[in-house]
Nanobody
Framework: QVQLVESGGGLVQAGGSLKLSCVAN????????MAWFRQSPGKEREFVAA????????VQAYSVKGRFTISRDNAKNTVYLQMNSLKPEDTAVYYC??????????????????WGQGTQVTVSS
């Protein structure tokens, strides 16, 4: 089992920045790949960014590429999402997610097994 706790959400003006954090407990942090998802009212949850256990690469959705950066600190059991140049359409509840590493090939879109409770990000225009 992995317990995930997000923090760092809030209200920010368009063009501003926020940094989300997610602390993982319960399993060795280097045994899980991590990701961020988001969900806006009336919309389905969507993939934002992902990073494997090694932290040696990352993947972002097209809608956030060049603006959001995912990173992780394995010594702190923490994954981050740095969000720059925020837009009103980035307003959503942001969720941290984890999946256990089961093979040597990395698939950032494979099903995630563990989820945090979410943190609200609101971008005003």
């Amino acid at each position: 089992q992995v317990q995930l706790v997000e923090s760092g959400g809030g209200l920010v003006q368009a063009g501003g920045s926020l940094k989300l954090s997610c602390v993982a407990n319960g399993r060795t942090f280097t045994s899980v790949d991590m990701a961020w998802f988001r969900q806006s009212p009336g919309k389905e949850r969507e993939f934002v960014a992902a990073i494997p256990w090694s932290g040696d690469r990352n993947v972002q959705a097209y809608s956030v590429k060049g603006r959001f950066t995912i990173s992780r600190d394995n010594a702190k059991n923490t994954v981050y999402l740095q969000m720059n140049s925020l837009k009103p359409e980035d307003t959503a509840v942001y969720y941290c997610a984890a999946k256990e590493v089961r093979s040597i090939s990395y698939d950032p879109y494979e099903r995630y097994e563990y989820w945090g409770q979410g943190t609200q990000v609101t971008v005003s225009s």
